[in-house]
């Protein structure tokens, strides 16, 4: 069994910047991708990006997040800079047994709580 926190989120006005966190415990040796996910009220879920065989984003966080890895903490990164009205959501850390790049929600095997950002204008 494969537990995510997530941490880090808040409010913060546009063009703020946030690094969230998600502590990996259990089996994480299983786990071969990890992902940021983002769902705002009344949406849809949505891929941000994932970290494994490289770094993919999707394209609105081309340029303003970067995910990134600390294996020795078991912890996993989303680092958000120019944050915009528009981020406003909560995120949600997951991961992935799938190799590649994994960026489709129900290729996900572990979720975490997820943490709210909202980003005022």
């Known amino acids: 069994q494969v537990q995510l926190v997530e941490s880090g989120g808040g409010l913060v006005q546009a063009g703020a910047s946030l690094r969230l966190s998600c502590a990996v415990s259990?089996?994480?040796?299983?786990?071969?991708?990890m992902g940021w996910f983002r769902q705002a009220p009344g949406k849809e879920r949505e891929f941000v990006a994932t970290?494994?065989?490289?770094?993919f984003y999707a394209d609105f966080a081309k340029g303003r997040f970067t995910i990134s890895r600390d294996n020795s903490k078991n912890t996993v990164y989303l680092q958000m800079n120019s944050l915009k009205p528009e981020d406003t959501a909560i995120y949600y850390c997951?991961?992935?047994?799938?190799?590649?790049?994994?960026?489709?929600?129900?290729?996900?095997?572990?979720w975490g709580q997820g943490t709210r950002v909202t980003v005022s204008s």
């Open positions: 259990g089996r994480t040796l299983s786990m071969n991708a």
């Open positions: 997951a991961g992935s047994r799938a190799t590649g790049v994994v960026t489709v929600r129900n290729q996900y095997d572990y």
């Open positions: 970290s494994s065989w490289g770094e």
